[in-house]
């Protein structure tokens, strides 16, 4: 005999199959909902995190900007302090030549023919003014003032008669370039 199953197996498997792919269909998309959500969080969260290491970064650089403008006010300090101490250096070296150069002029001066009024110096020039017993002794000073070792050259500016007391004077006029160092 022969046996036939009237029941309907096929819409029952078909129903079966049918609601096993609605389940699969809704998981995925579940699965895929989920998995957007925490990319949305995992996103907001790095970007969360470097807002903070730019913020932090920013003060950062704007303590390091404020170290440099120290920095930089420090060295032009220093600048200003080298320069400062050169000149002192400079000054500190130099402050017994005019008194040393003086020294040294007064000793060559004749005592009994030569009298000086003025002297002046304006940086390596030198000017000399005074009174001599007359033309020879000015022209001899001259030439002791020549020969004198912190003098380069000497130029007579003016000789003139003076008279003082009834005594005729020569009144001279030098002006004597000085070597550098002195």
Do not use: H
């Amino acid at each position: 005999m022969i046996k036939i199953n009237l029941l309907p197996y096929r819409e029952k498997e078909k129903k079966e199959n049918l609601s096993r792919q609605i389940t699969i269909i809704v998981g995925s998309f579940v699965i895929f909902i989920l998995c957007l959500v925490w990319l949305q969080i995992w996103m907001t969260s790095e970007v969360d995190s470097l807002t903070s290491r730019v913020d932090s970064a920013k003060q950062r650089l704007s303590v390091l900007d404020q170290k440099v403008g120290d920095l930089e006010k420090f060295k032009k300090l220093k600048a200003e302090l080298q320069l400062k101490m050169a000149v002192i250096n400079k000054l500190e070296q130099n402050r017994l030549a005019p008194v040393k150069t003086l020294d040294d002029l007064a000793l060559l001066v004749p005592q009994k023919n030569i009298w000086l009024e003025k002297i002046s110096q304006n940086g390596a020039q030198m000017s000399i003014q005074g009174i001599g017993r007359d033309n020879i002794a000015v022209a001899d000073f001259m030439k002791t003032i020549e020969n004198f070792a912190a003098v380069q050259s000497v130029d007579l500016i003016s000789s003139k008669k003076k008279e003082v007391a009834g005594i005729t004077l020569q009144e001279f006029n030098f002006s004597c370039r000085l070597k550098k160092g002195f």
